[in-house]
């Protein structure tokens, strides 16, 4: 069993910089696939990056196409934590965003292979 706390939304202008944090407790995290989804008003909850344990200390990462190259997906192994660092924020960034694990060896980007679920936050982006 894995609870997870998110942290870090809030408000910020269109290109502006946010960091979510995602803390970890309850099971040993290092293994585990972890993932950010969110979820606008009136919109399916969507992917947005993700880490699987490959070996050692290498992750493989990926990331909807929507926030490659904006935004950046880390992992405190340490500190049992996943971060979601968003850089040049967009107004259609704006949603609660979720943090998610699991312990299977299945895909990254869809919500139904996550059985643990953050309680989310929120990330509004002004234009």
């Known amino acids: 069993q894995v609870q997870l706390v998110e942290s870090g939304g809030g408000l910020v202008q269109a290109g502006g910089s946010l960091r979510l944090s995602c803390a970890a407790s309850?099971?040993?995290?290092?293994?585990?696939?972890a993932g950010w989804f969110r979820q606008a008003p009136g919109k399916e909850r969507e992917f947005v990056a993700g880490t699987r344990w490959i070996s050692g200390n290498t992750y493989y990462a990926d990331f909807a196409d929507s926030v490659k190259g904006r935004f950046i997906i880390s992992r405190d192994n340490s500190k049992n934590t996943v971060d979601l660092q968003m850089n040049s924020l967009k107004p259609e960034d704006t949603a609660v965003y979720y943090c998610a694990a699991d312990a299977t060896l299945r895909g990254l980007n869809t919500a139904r292979d996550y059985a643990y679920w953050g309680q989310g936050t929120q990330v509004t982006v002004s234009s």
């Open positions: 309850g099971s040993t995290f290092t293994t585990y696939r």
